[in-house]
């Protein structure tokens, strides 16, 4: 079993759908949890950033954590075309290394999404 | 902006042909990080500086090194590129005391 499952879709909807985008992990020690935006070409942006279980909204974006379930979810609302754009989740526990703590993250493969027009 | 600039965003190697790609970051961030993504699969870490300290993937060849000779320049250099290190490779930051990464927008390395 891998350490984070993504549904690499692809996912296409109409604009101004609800997008649910999903991923399941197995490390029980993953306590920070990211959203990440790719567009084509580019690197990965930081969307949503989130400690342990609970929600957290930003605009139309919606970030939740069940760490119970191991599942995390990313809510887009009122979708629109420039969200058109792969979605990766990413993961971290916070482990002890030289001066400090180390953060590495562990990524799921991606969500491919298209919203069209 | 503060951010983190890869060049060249594009490079063409021979195979075998050694290659060094640059990451430069404005965010005085202690930790970078270079990675390797493969199309539709997630980045894969292949090794981190925090400060001075290197720290490499147990799976990470040993075609891959790594140069960090301040805190705003890292250099990936790959030995003896093969065909199958065709992919993009990103460069990331990030602060000590915080586990989120921020990215460049990559190198997009191709062999011939």
């Known amino acids: 079993q891998k350490e984070v499952e993504q549904d690499p879709g692809p996912l296409s909807v109409p604009e101004g759908a609800i997008v649910s985008l999903n991923c399941t992990y197995s490390n029980s020690a993953f306590q920070y949890f990211m959203w990440y935006r790719q567009y084509s070409r580019k690197g990965p942006e930081l969307l949503m950033y989130?400690?342990?279980?609970g929600n957290k909204e930003d605009g139309r974006f919606t970030a939740q954590v069940d760490k119970s379930s191991k599942y995390i979810s990313l809510f887009i609302r009122d979708s629109q075309p420039s969200d058109s754009a792969t979605y990766l989740c990413a993961m971290s526990a916070a482990t002890l290394g030289g001066g400090g703590s180390n953060y590495k993250l562990t990524f799921g493969k991606g969500t491919l999404l298209t919203v069209n027009p | 902006d503060a951010m983190v600039i890869q060049n060249p965003r594009y490079q063409v190697t021979q195979f075998g042909k050694p290659v060094t790609l640059s990451c430069s970051q404005t965010?005085?961030?202690?930790?970078m990080y270079w990675y390797q993504q493969k199309s539709s699969q997630a980045p894969k870490l292949l090794f981190h500086?925090?400060?001075?300290?290197?720290?490499n993937e147990a799976d990470t060849p040993d075609n891959f090194q790594s140069r960090r000779p301040n805190t705003s320049f890292c250099f990936l250099d790959i030995r003896s590129p093969g065909l199958g290190d065709a992919a993009m490779y990103l460069c990331?930051?990030?602060?000590?005391?915080?586990?989120?990464?921020?990215f460049g927008d990559g190198t997009r390395l191709s062999i011939l």
């Open positions: 500086y925090y400060d001075k300290d290197f720290n």
């Open positions: 989130t400690y342990s279980s």
């Open positions: 990331a930051t990030s602060r000590v005391d915080t586990a989120s990464q921020h």
């Open positions: 965010l005085n961030h202690n930790v």
